[in-house]
């Protein structure tokens, strides 16, 4: 761990997790001069031994390049290590998972400190990152003279998808596709729990539901449309007051199986209300409204 950081690297690697860790060991395969920074300088160890610099401190990592990506375990640990370091000409890009709220504030603080800020959201997990064709990409949002300076070595390790200026909007897209993904979780769940005490196999069930569910994710495009026009009843086949009397049978069988309803029922009653308000001719799009505060 004594390589020399005279020189500028191509950019730094602040926080060597496992997604970190991932990161820098794609960025070093692509041939890029990379230094490295972490808490626990052991976890440097394997980065080094293919060709990273190795930073004593957080500052001495920034001062090496121009490009620096932090990729730490939360937004305080970011503001933690960064506290005294000057970031003055710097393009931060903050790769830690944080809320929308908390990328603006960074951002505005990152500008404080003379930095040009993008935040990003990891649509993948380590071992997608750096192989071709896994469909990892990652969300950035922020300084888009800071993306389109960089973009080349930002799409090394994943694909790239800018989607705008506001720092927000990385972070909001990585929740909401991480929130759709827990509902779908949530309904696969209930589907196996429903077969598990029968002669069902589930190696046999799942590639059914995988199919299922493939075939039922255009329904989005849908909801898209409605929310587009403001008409949710546009392209409706099965109307809200059709689902919701269906739902007494999804509720009769899981008792019948002796699997709770807690996964199902949480959205059930909100359909149940916007019934209640009049709208039986639209489709489930009105919910989101509900959802809305």
Known sequence: MENSISDKSDLTLLGLGAMGTALGRAWLAAGRRLTVWNRTPGRAEPLAAEGARVAATAAEAVAASDLVVVCLLDDASVGEALATVDLAGKDLVNLTTGTPAQSRARAEWARGRGAR???G???AVPPMIG???????IFYSGSRESYDTHQDTLAVPAGRRYVGEDAGH???HDVALLSAMTGMFAGVAHAFALIRKEDIAPKDFAPLLVSWLNAMAGYAY??????????????VTSNLAMMVEGNATLLRTAEEQGVSPEL??????????RLAGGHGDEGTTGVIDLLAR
Do not use: H
């Open 170 to 172: 990385a972070a909001l």
């Open 131 to 137: 192989v071709p064709d896994s469909g990892a990409y």
């Open 121 to 123: 959201g990891i649509m």
């Open 222 to 235: 849908g909801i898209a449309e409605q929310l587009e026009s403001g008409d949710y009843t546009r392209g």
């Open 117 to 119: 800020f993008l935040d």
């Open 264 to 273: 199902l029922t949480p959205f059930m009653a909100l359909m149940e209300r």
